[in-house]
């Protein structure tokens, strides 16, 4: 039980890492509005997934990553990010069934890069996923929170 909440909270804590990344990247690329997700192909879901590269970067200076664990981690992100497009362009699901392959897949991803963390690396990388679970908690519709303006930095 306590396994399978930790894998929930890595999820939701991999999705949220992934947001700013993806809104960052959408401001310049996409026509839609301000925060206005674009939907097209993904059934309404976030905006394009950043790139693995980036995500490993972007890990490699809050974890301080070796260079053998960045190229673990950047593969491990590679696989999600083929994974989840491949899931966005099938269109034989439904969009509830679809954002829940999607969470499966990223919560594997966040079992494996954890994985791969020595312990006071995986003490950053929960604190990390509580932090960026607190912001996704905040930013749901129905939490009637302001959903203007992007996470606090860390």
Known sequence: ????????????SLISI???????????NDSAPNNQPSAQGNGGWHHDAP??????????K???LTPDQQTKVRDILQSEH????SLRQDSSLS???RHAKMRDIRKSSDTQIRALLDSDQQKKWDEMQAKREQWMQNRR???GSDQQGPPQPQ
């Open 1 to 12: 039980m306590i396994k399978q909440c930790l894998r929930v909270l890595l999820a939701a």
């Open 18 to 28: 992934a947001a700013p990344f993806a809104a960052a990247q959408s401001t310049s």
């Open 51 to 60: 790139d693995p590269a980036e995500r490993t970067q972007e890990l490699t």
């Open 62 to 64: 809050k974890l301080k």
């Open 82 to 85: 083929s994974q989840i497009e």
């Open 95 to 97: 969009q509830q069934d």
């Open 141 to 143: 519709p129905d939490s």
